[in-house]
């Protein structure tokens, strides 16, 4: 199985440094394990939580400094920055203004550390996800000017539910011109060198109607051989489910049994701890379509022989 | 998703699709395609975009995602085998049985983040001890990245998406119909044990909550009956151990039949995990408990001797005028202390008291009091901490103990500061800080010990000892628990021929309490060593007996009784 990414320092570091550079923050400092940006505002506004405060800005036309993002990638580095930070800021404190009276009390700038789960990368996720849903591209340079053959490209997340939760990443192509379909698509073309090119460009003849009939075909496709592959863990799930929803009557059956006064609060309980259990436990596949793509692919390099 | 071969399954789960909303913010996109408004990075943007996702991926059902996103700390290994257990075996509803200090909020916090990570919880309860829940919020939030909100007022239930309230709230109205109303995923309950009665307002609530998932944590699952465990159960999984009546009939007979036993053992062992002490894995640094023998000077003496005289009049008289013998309780447990919390008291009862010659008496004996001009205790402390050294938690059960002790250490140029109940969460926090840092000496009252960690500390002098055992395995539990690495040394003041020293006897010696393990307290506590009574019954027996011997005597029966309790109760434990 592939590794997961980002379970790294060096990974996550090499993630925030591509995602500020391409947002265009300038990087202020560069060290090992650390990193300085400064943040243009569009992404400080969705890389911290303060809405009262840009509402502010913006209503009011300030132009306040740009935020400065300080991230540490291990804790060593967090604790050297910090180190750091708070020596220069008493220094600076101490040779400016002697005579000013909140010298003494100024707070220094720290550091924060970089973890997955943290909330940080999670909003820097959340932006990189939103801003990377779609894109329409043909590889960059000297193939410039030489036809292509538009593909449809569909990432998605494919989560087996039951009362744990599995989840695979697919990707799919589709040839627009010929209805071909490719497995692993975005493995085969993740590593050319895109640019972004204009629709014509890359899909020549075809709008969005094709685009969409393109989808509703990779949906079929999907759903095919989802139905087509042996389903053992719905299987079991569907049994455990089954024998719990006995044991959960026999429970309310005796408890009527008993006495009948209450039988109306029961009968609603035991309704509604079946739904509950239902919904915990009844088996179903969830599919999330995460990311389309419309590639234009130069005759030679399209991975036609993978099917 | 690879599909082996095409076979004709009779069932294959619903389909659902999501995110296909597409289509309209892709003409958006293509429009400004058309502007020319496009930059050369998307591409950048795009493939992280894909490895984010992929980066959160649920994978499959074996790995724990959770281990990745702890921050600060490491969870032992008998917790990371907890949390899989309960989200593999258990499928998401288990009781969390742990020996008190093996970390069953860190099990339960591993088993919250790992359900949210595969986004099959977004919405959680988790109800607490009122005094536990600025506590549980904190460690979720720092230690898991849960961003976790305590209750403050009937909004917050919807407001937020992980709420930590107590129980005792959520039981009242308005609260009670605002929660049932929620659709919760996870339903999280500490101090389970508060669930054994089903007629009860709190079981009734619990139950009806609507959840998903459910871990309810108790060091005790059961402490009297089996239909205890019944009832837990129930929440979990009703009908799982069959009818309730059924099952109280058949477990219920005296004679246990052991393939019953073994089937039931089987059976709960799918709901339940139990980690002990006992087991290994989760073995602490040893304790070494040590009694300081003490010598009352003269005077001491003589106070106490005459407090003795007097307690024992006081006795007969309320006795037969069946008046309350707590303040005597109070009194003895003081002297044995210090003159100086004793004083307090003699001087509440000499306000309260209308008889002229019980007056008198007291009089006399606060004269007595006033005229000691050692404390020996107090001055064994102050040589004590020198030649320990290092960090050290003093405990007293007595406010005037503590401020005299701080005021004595103080004035010999020990750092020190005062630990109680009282204050509040942030000052009791200071304190800590202040002790962790700083500080050489933390006074505490036994009212503050409950919900403070101090594993950064390894000496502990037990200025008096609390009369109940189980209040002193919470002392103990303050600094003798996970994350202890060091060796602990627990020092027990005894002065000789009087009431503490017989205890120390009984508690260190016969019962020898400070080896024990918690677990079996916790259930010797329930049954012979009744909260209240055996102060009382302490007392009685000190001022009914002739003779110190006779005392002694007593004492010794009891432990007896006790070790007699202990050992039964460890046999049938095999049940857990």
Not at chain 1, 209 to 233: C, F, H, I, N
Request: with cysteine; charged share 25%.
């Amino acid at each position: 199985m592939k590794q997961i990414p980002l379970r790294t320092a060096a990974e996550r570091l090499q993630f925030c440094d591509d995602y500020f550079s391409s947002v265009d923050a300038r990087i202020l400092m560069a060290k090992e394990d650390y990193r300085e940006y400064q943040l243009p505002r569009e992404i400080d506004k969705e890389l911290t939580d303060r809405p009262y405060y840009w509402l502010w800005v913006d209503q009011t036309g300030q132009k306040p400094d740009p935020t400065i993002l300080r991230l540490a990638f291990s804790p060593d580095a967090l604790e050297r920055e910090n180190q750091r930070l708070h020596r220069e800021t008493l220094e600076r404190a101490n040779s400016s203004s002697e005579s000013h009276p909140s010298a003494p009390y100024f707070r220094p700038p720290v550091a924060e550390l970089v973890s997955l789960g943290g909330f940080r990368l999670e909003r820097i996720m959340d932006s990189v996800m939103a801003r990377g849903r779609f894109i329409c591209v043909r590889p960059k340079d000297g193939l410039r000017g030489r036809p292509v053959i538009p593909w449809l490209l569909m990432n998605a997340v494919v989560s087996y539910v039951c009362d744990l939760t599995e989840q695979n990443f697919i990707s799919l192509g589709l040839c627009l011109t010929n209805d071909q379909i490719v497995n692993d698509f975005w493995q085969a073309i993740e590593r050319i060198p895109m640019g972004v090119a204009r629709w014509e460009e890359v899909v020549g003849p075809y709008d969005e109607d094709a685009v969409e009939a393109g989808l509703s075909r990779l949906r079929d496709y999907v759903g095919t051989k989802l139905r087509a592959s042996p389903q053992t863990w719905a299987k079991e799930a569907e049994l455990r489910l089954e024998e719990e929803l006995a044991q959960l009557d026999l429970y309310y059956g005796s408890l009527v049994a008993e006495d009948g006064s209450d039988s109306d609060v029961l009968t609603v309980e035991h309704q509604q701890k079946r739904a509950e259990l239902k919904q915990r436990a009844a088996p179903r596949i969830d599919i999330e379509v995460v990311q389309v793509a419309l590639v234009g692919l130069v005759e030679v390099t399209a991975p036609s022989s993978r099917q | 998703m690879e599909p082996q071969a095409i076979q004709s399954t009779s069932k294959t789960p619903a389909i659902q699709w999501h995110g296909l909303d597409f289509l309209s913010a892709l003409s958006a996109y293509k429009e400004n395609l058309h502007f020319g408004n496009y930059r050369s990075q998307e591409w950048t943007l795009f493939r992280l975009a894909c490895l984010a996702r992929q980066a959160k991926l649920a994978n499959n059902f074996h790995e724990l995602l959770v281990l990745h996103h702890v921050q600060g700390f490491q969870p032992l290994p008998h917790q990371v085998e907890t949390a899989r257990q309960v989200l593999q075996r258990m499928r998401g509803r288990a009781i969390l049985a742990d020996e008190v200090g093996l970390g069953k909020t860190i099990e339960a916090g591993l088993i919250l983040k790992e359900y949210m990570l595969r986004q099959m919880v977004r919405k959680a309860l988790i109800l607490v001890p009122a005094s536990l829940v600025l506590q549980w919020t904190r460690e979720l939030n720092q230690k898991f990245n849960i961003s976790c909100f305590a209750q403050r007022n009937h909004w917050s239930w919807s407001e937020y998406d992980i709420v930590v309230a107590s129980l005792d709230t959520a039981k009242r109205l308005p609260h009670k119909d605002i929660i049932m109303a929620q659709p919760w995923d996870m339903l999280i309950v500490d101090e389970a044990h508060k669930l054994k009665n089903p007629k009860t307002k709190n079981w009734q609530t619990v139950n009806q909550i609507p959840n998903k998932f459910m871990i309810l944590l108790t060091a005790t699952p059961l402490q009297n009956s089996l239909k205890e465990l019944h009832t837990l159960v129930t929440l979990l999984k009703p009908g799982y151990l069959g009818d309730p009546t059924v099952f109280a009939k058949e477990h219920a007979r005296p004679e246990k039949n052991t393939s019953d036993m073994a089937q039931l053992r089987e059976q709960v062992s799918r709901v339940m995990i139990r980690n002990r002490r006992i087991d290994g894995e989760t073995n602490l640094p040893p304790r070494k408990v040590r009694s300081v023998s003490l010598t009352l000077g003269a005077k001491e003496r003589e106070l106490y001797d005459a407090v003795h005289r007097f307690l024992k009049d006081q006795y007969r008289e309320r006795k037969s005028q069946r008046a309350s013998l707590l303040p005597l309780i109070t009194l003895q447990r003081e002297i044995c202390s210090s003159p100086y919390a004793a004083m307090m008291t003699l001087e509440k009862m000499l306000k309260r008291s209308r008889s002229g010659r019980t007056q008198a008496t007291i009089r006399d004996l606060l004269a007595l009091a006033e005229s000691i001009p050692t404390y020996t205790k107090v001055e064994r402390v102050l040589k004590l901490i020198p030649e320990i050294g290092d960090k050290c938690v003093v405990f007293t059960e007595y406010r005037a103990t503590q401020d005299f002790l701080l005021f004595m250490l103080r004035r010999q140029g020990i750092s020190a500061v005062p630990f109680r109940g009282g204050f509040g969460r942030g000052k009791k926090d200071w304190m800590k800080d202040l002790f962790s840092r700083k500080v050489q000496v933390l006074v505490a009252t036994e009212s503050g010990g409950e919900g403070i960690n101090l594993q950064f500390c390894h000496h502990m002098i037990n200025f008096d000892l609390p009369w109940n055992p189980m209040r002193l395995e919470q002392r103990i539990g303050r600094i003798h628990r996970l994350g202890q690495n060091h060796e602990v040394h627990i020092l027990n003041f005894a002065t000789e021929d009087t009431i503490e020293a017989h205890i120390v006897h009984l508690l260190q010696e016969k019962i020898r309490l400070f080896e024990m393990v918690i677990g079996n307290l916790d259930s010797i506590v329930g049954e012979s060593v009744g909260n209240g009574d055996f102060e009382k019954q302490i007392l009685e027996w000190s001022l009914t007996s002739e003779t110190p011997e006779e005392f002694g005597e007593k004492l010794s029966t009891y432990g007896d009784q006790v070790l007699c309790a202990v050992q039964s109760r460890t046999e049938s434990e095999s049940l857990e």
